[in-house]
């Protein structure tokens, strides 16, 4: 089997733009050309590779295993010109980091601080929900990975390295705004305004109030932070979401922190990525950062 680097770069670009002509532009070629060598290293390998529906790219089982070693390979030469790049008293190239949606609210700022330290960085950063996160951390995608509630089935090293506090927020107008103390009981009649099934703030939530044996009244289940606080704004329910959200509005917010027993639920933010995995110098360099700048 012969397949040269420069082709397994083309058909990793074909995985990640899910079209020959995507794959044609992220390597400076033409689309014939791309086509061509996409042939070459199917009639390779042997198998069928990919197929096309409806205008879009599907890999086959066969495809999936070549994108993966294409993607491991290609980490590890950015690795090695990253070494190089040290050994010559210099700190560029790129670091791929893929975040679940709430961390959006303070991952920008600490991304800043790096990036004024180290400017000939390039930085790709993936914000999704936590099925989207977890999706690309099964594929090794990205260098790391920024969750609080890491998959259990596979092998991973994981670091907290930032608190992330879960809290019950209400309209600022509410009754119980002014109370002390609020009971778990006092919120039965509440109506709960929750993230969606899956999200790594719903399951500390879920497994929070089983816990102490409350089942809140569901009203609403929302993907975005924002929508919620819309929601709890407009005195639709109460919610419970981290605290990270919240700042630094929350003084001229329409919605205010409940004095709930039991919370905020204590949870982290963890940096994380396959075990095994051979992070790149500057992998290295941003997760000791994280953990710095946090600590402080």
């Known amino acids: 089997m012969n397949i040269t680097f420069r082709q397994l770069q083309l058909f990793l670009a074909l995985a990640e733009t899910g079209s020959v ?3 044609a532009k992220a390597n400076h070629v033409t689309q014939p050309t791309a086509s061509m060598q996409l042939k070459d290293i199917t009639e390779a390998v042997g198998v069928p590779l990919y197929e096309v529906i409806s205008k879009r790219v599907h890999l086959t089982q066969a495809g999936q295993e070549l994108a993966r070693t294409a993607r491991a390979i290609s980490g590890e030469w950015e690795s090695f010109i990253q070494a190089v790049d040290g050994i010559k008293g210099l700190t560029r190239g790129k670091l791929n980091v893929a975040v679940v949606s709430t ?3 303070f991952i920008p700022r600490l991304l800043g601080d790096f990036c004024k330290r180290y400017p000939d960085i390039d930085i790709s ?7 989207g996160v977890v999706s690309r951390l099964r594929n090794n995608m990205d260098d790391l990975y920024i969750m609080t509630k890491p998959p259990h089935d596979m092998d991973l090293h994981c670091r907290a390295f ?4 879960l809290v019950v927020i209400a309209n600022a107008q509410h009754l119980l705004v002014d109370r ?3 009971t778990l009981k006092e919120l039965n009649n ?4 929750l993230r969606e099934r899956g999200s790594g703030t719903r399951m500390a939530v879920d497994a929070h109030f089983k816990l102490y044996g409350f089942n809140p009244n569901l009203r609403l289940e929302l993907g975005s932070n924002e929508a919620i606080k ?7 329910g109460i919610a419970v979401l981290s605290e990270h959200t919240l700042r630094p509005h929350l003084a001229t917010s329409a919605v205010a922190i409940l004095p709930v027993e039991n919370f905020p639920i204590e949870s982290n933010w963890q940096i994380v990525h396959q075990k095994g995995k051979q992070l790149s110098p500057i992998a290295t360099v941003f997760e000791q950062h994280l953990l710095s700048q946090t600590q402080r």
């Open 162 to 165: 930032l608190p992330n506090p």
């Open 190 to 193: 509440e109506r709960f305004i």
């Open 103 to 105: 961390a959006k609210y």
């Open 230 to 236: 819309e929601a709890v704004a407009g005195g639709l």
């Open 180 to 182: 002390k103390k609020i």
């Open 21 to 23: 002509g995507g794959a």
């Open 125 to 131: 950063l993936e914000i999704l929900n936590r099925d």
